[in-house]
């Protein structure tokens, strides 16, 4: 079944950026134009995210976040606050209201649709998607697949687990001691320099059709998936 996200934001540009790149990612996605209509939807159906604008009109983000956690059917479900107001003030508010993210305007959808992926693997892990797709590389977790424009990429199973947890950050740099822990485990010893030649490997898989460089070295810090 698919996950259910809910777009509250009174800004048709920016819900219908966010509907386009849900449902890219094969969510189930609704949209409300106000606060009050939101918690009609809530009412209706529940979903199992919601995108929640802080400056909606008729009831605002805070408060419709508020009755979510006091006193709502499911006080539990996932919110991620989506708003101008970028003081740490507003983002302590927002935290301390029940939101369990905050993200401020403008954002990078990549950014943004890699947070909800994350909220909803942290809240709802059986929720936890089969593919991801970042730019043109798609990533099939049962199938153990990677597609890049529409080519099968074939890797090796380290390779395969490095892209994958790439693809669940984009843009964030890894370095190679984070890589290590995560891809090999912390109980395995494996040098550093390690990294290197698994990261090489899978960056010539890539790039078998001819395509660009997916992966960045950040000099002195890491790598990291270019998230557009």
């Known amino acids: 079944m698919k996950p259910f996200v809910l777009i509250a934001e009174d800004e048709s540009a920016v819900s219908e950026l966010l509907l386009y790149n ?3 990612e ?3 996605v609704a949209v409300a134009a106000d606060g009050e209509e939101a918690l009609m ?3 209706e159906r529940a979903p199992d995210l919601i995108l929640l604008d802080w400056m909606l009109p008729k009831v605002s ?3 419709v976040c508020r009755r979510i956690r006091n006193g709502g059917a499911n006080p539990n479900m996932p919110i991620i606050m ?3 107001r970028g003081e740490e003030s507003d983002r302590i508010r927002g935290l301390d209201t029940g939101a369990d993210d905050y993200v401020t305007k403008p954002f990078s959808t990549t950014e943004l649709m890699a947070r909800v992926r994350a909220v909803l693997r942290r809240i709802r892990p059986g929720l936890k998607e089969d593919k991801i797709t970042v730019g043109d590389i798609i990533i099939d977790r049962v199938a153990h697949r990677v597609m890049r424009n529409e080519g099968e990429i074939h890797l090796g199973p380290t390779e395969f687990r490095l892209l994958d947890y790439f693809m669940q950050h984009p843009g964030r740099v890894f370095s190679r001691e984070q890589l290590l822990d995560t891809v090999w485990g912390s109980d395995v010893y494996v040098e550093a320099r390690t990294v290197d030649v698994h990261v090489g490997r899978l960056r010539k898989a890539l790039r078998q059709g001819g395509g660009e460089d997916p992966i960045r070295t950040v000099r002195s810090a890491g790598y990291a998936l270019r998230g557009d």
Request: charged share 40%; aromatic share 6%.
């Open 26 to 28: 094969d969510y189930d």
């Open 61 to 63: 983000g805070i408060e």
């Open 22 to 24: 849900l449902k890219k």
């Open 41 to 43: 939807m809530i009412d």
């Open 82 to 84: 989506l708003t101008a």
